[in-house]
């Protein structure tokens, strides 16, 4: 891999607000989206002629479309209460990557092309034209924002930086300007299937040795369906649990607790993927047609149920926008939650009693829980206040003797991103990635060093391929990060209830 | 992006995985190695050669379970896991052996 020369941070004792490094990080730009993966996606393949035009044109359209957009650009008061919220920010010290500066970048733009004294007097109230320069800075630090609404939480007005990138992304698409990781991807989905481009002969394959692998471990005859027509559940789930480790281990640990249960499921090719980068880039028509592949799988296969696996974005995705995107679903069972959480399914059988889990089984592990920004800020679960924190917690309480929390200030509405969502999971923006972690492993330091703890549970399959990559960097183990089903896995009891 | 070898000029892309699946050869490997400041030794092409063959078969890289089964079966069963592979390609297995074996990087969340 090309050699990326930076200084991991150290951690610190208690957090503090970093010495402001102006420009620190005005070198990380992910790779640009080449021009056949842009016109896959109906995007220009390069910059096109007349840029500036067509940008302001598509802010204008996007303003016009997306209230939300207009009011957060006008009403900021750069009262700075923001600021140092962004894990970014915090671990790179660059002031561009403070919230109220990210957005700035748009809203000067706007203000010039969209507001009377902007128009007439721009020096008066920060207007400034969109230039060349202006514009690289937008790819620069629009993709130094993983969209994950801490700042929004801390803003006395609500006003959602995430909301203002993913308008940013768009325009930038519209006119040539892509990155290359998100837009590759969201070209295999169409294409294959799913974001890893895993074909279904390999899906089927690789299910078939999982299939083997848990009846060496346990003796039970564990299955991992595929398209199986009239199955009760659908699971759609991030095509990195087939492939990856540790999201193998929950994709297993879903297979025993279905199995357990009795209920019948199944995976489906034509939608094996939970993930949609069409919410990174925000692109609602890529949003709408990567959604559509479960609507159309789960008609086909003629289910009652839809489950959705350990996916942070996905479940934001599903929980606040499928009702809309691909609805109604008057054709599933009303009687359960519809789209349904895999924890939420776990939890409910958890509680009628039909599961048997063995606590002592994670004896070797002191846990603590990730709350994955996605689920934390835009979604919920269980029909409850707070579900979304409340449930996963729950469970893995019913699955382990060891569990403590990281500090408040970093659970729950104030979690902290991994450093690798939104769209920004690639090599190319490790240095990113890496700095942008150091809030969330200064938590994690608190634990180790007061309780030992040694893995740090999580419900994403982003923030476990983050963690993974970037743990060593903070001299911890790799193996430390995994999934919520991987302790159910390991605790579950199989066959015939005792 | 290219690279030149032996008076053949290679095309990559901007990560240096190669973008021609046939202009792969076990010098092209040991070039590609080198980049990564990996001694190719024969477990490593054990590794190299699955993944090619895998590839062969299903036009993805094997997932990291079917590799690890596979590893164990042909170098012994203490060998048969992720911690092995990541001590043979420190840069993650996937990512990394798949760029020795001239496939394409794999994508997604991982
Ligand atoms: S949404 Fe998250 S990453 Fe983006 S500016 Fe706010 S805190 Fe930073
Ligand atoms: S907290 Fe809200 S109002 Fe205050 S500077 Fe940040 S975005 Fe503006």
Not at chain 1, 450 to 471: P, S, Y
Request: net charge negative; with cysteine; proline share 5%.
């Amino acid at each position: 891999m090309a050699v990326v020369e930076f200084e991991t941070p150290r951690l610190k004792e208690y957090p503090v607000i970093p010495i402001l490094q102006a420009g620190a990080m005005a070198h990380s730009q992910p790779f640009a989206a080449a021009a056949p993966i842009q016109k896959a996606l109906g995007f220009p393949g390069e910059l096109v002629e007349d840029w500036q035009e067509q940008a302001i044109a598509k802010m204008g359209e996007l303003l016009g479309k997306y209230r939300s957009l207009k009011v957060y650009l006008d009403t900021c008061v750069h009262c700075g209460a923001c600021s140092d919220k962004c894990h970014y920010f915090l671990g790179t010290g660059d002031p561009k990557n403070m919230p109220v500066a990210r957005q700035d970048l748009m809203r000067k733009v706007y203000r010039r092309y969209f507001t009377f004294t902007g128009k007439y007097f721009p020096k008066l109230v920060g207007a400034e034209d969109l230039t060349r320069e202006v514009l690289a800075e937008w790819y620069t630090y629009f993709n130094q924002c993983s969209e994950c609404r801490r700042c929004s939480v801390f803003c006395p007005y609500g006003i959602d930086t995430a909301e203002i990138t993913m308008a940013a992304r768009e325009i930038m698409d519209s006119i040539g300007m892509g990155q290359k990781y998100s837009n590759e991807i969201i070209g295999k989905v169409h294409k294959i299937g799913n974001n890893l481009g895993l074909p279904g002969p390999a899906l089927e394959d690789t299910l078939a040795g999982l299939e083997e692998d848990i009846k060496d471990a346990t003796g039970a005859d564990v299955k991992l369906p595929l398209d199986v027509q009239g199955a009760e559940v659908m699971l759609v789930t991030p095509s990195a649990d087939f492939f990856s480790e540790p999201h193998v281990e929950s994709l297993i640990g879903y297979a025993k607790v279905f199995h357990q249960a009795g209920i019948s499921w199944t995976l489906s090719s034509h939608a094996s993927e939970a993930g949609n980068f069409g919410l990174f880039i925000g692109n609602y028509e890529q949003m709408r047609s990567i959604s559509m592949r479960v609507r159309e799988a789960a008609l086909e296969l003629g289910v009652r149920r839809i489950a959705v696996g350990e996916c942070g974005h996905a479940w934001r995705v599903a929980y606040s926008f499928w009702n809309t995107l691909i609805g109604p679903f008057d054709f599933l069972d009303q009687n359960y939650p519809v789209p349904q959480h895999i924890c939420e399914v776990t939890y409910d059988l958890i509680r009628r009693g039909a599961l048997t889990l063995d606590k002592a089984a994670n004896d070797h592990r002191i846990v603590t829980f990730h709350d994955s920004c996605n689920v934390a800020r835009g979604s919920s679960m269980g029909n409850m206040p707070r579900g979304q924190f409340i449930i996963p917690r729950e469970i893995i309480r019913a699955c382990v003797n060891n569990f403590h929390d990281m500090a408040p200030e970093s659970i729950y509405e104030s979690t902290f991103c991994c450093g690798g969502g939104g769209g920004l999971l690639t090599d190319d923006l490790i240095e990113l990635r890496v700095k942008g972690a150091l809030p969330r492993m200064e938590a994690l330091k608190q634990v180790v060093d007061e309780h030992g703890v040694n893995f740090m549970a999580t419900i994403c399959a982003i923030c476990k391929a983050q963690f993974g990559k970037v743990l060593p960097y903070y001299k911890f183990d790799m193996d430390m990060v995994g999934g919520v089903h991987q302790l159910v896995s390991s605790a579950i009891r199989l066959g015939a209830k005792q | 992006m290219a690279f030149e070898l032996n008076g053949n000029t290679y095309e990559t892309d901007e990560e240096g995985y190669l973008v021609n699946l046939g202009d792969w050869s076990e010098d092209v490997a040991g070039f590609l190695a080198q980049q990564e400041k990996i001694d190719l030794t024969q477990n490593h092409w054990e590794v190299v050669n699955f993944l090619r063959e895998y590839y062969n078969d299903y036009q993805i890289a094997p997932a990291v379970r079917v590799l690890t089964k596979a590893i164990g079966k042909k170098l012994g069963a203490d060998k048969g896991n992720s911690k092995y592979l990541y001590e043979l390609f420190p840069y993650g297995p996937a990512k990394q052996a798949c760029k020795i074996a001239g496939l394409p990087k794999p994508t997604g969340c991982i």
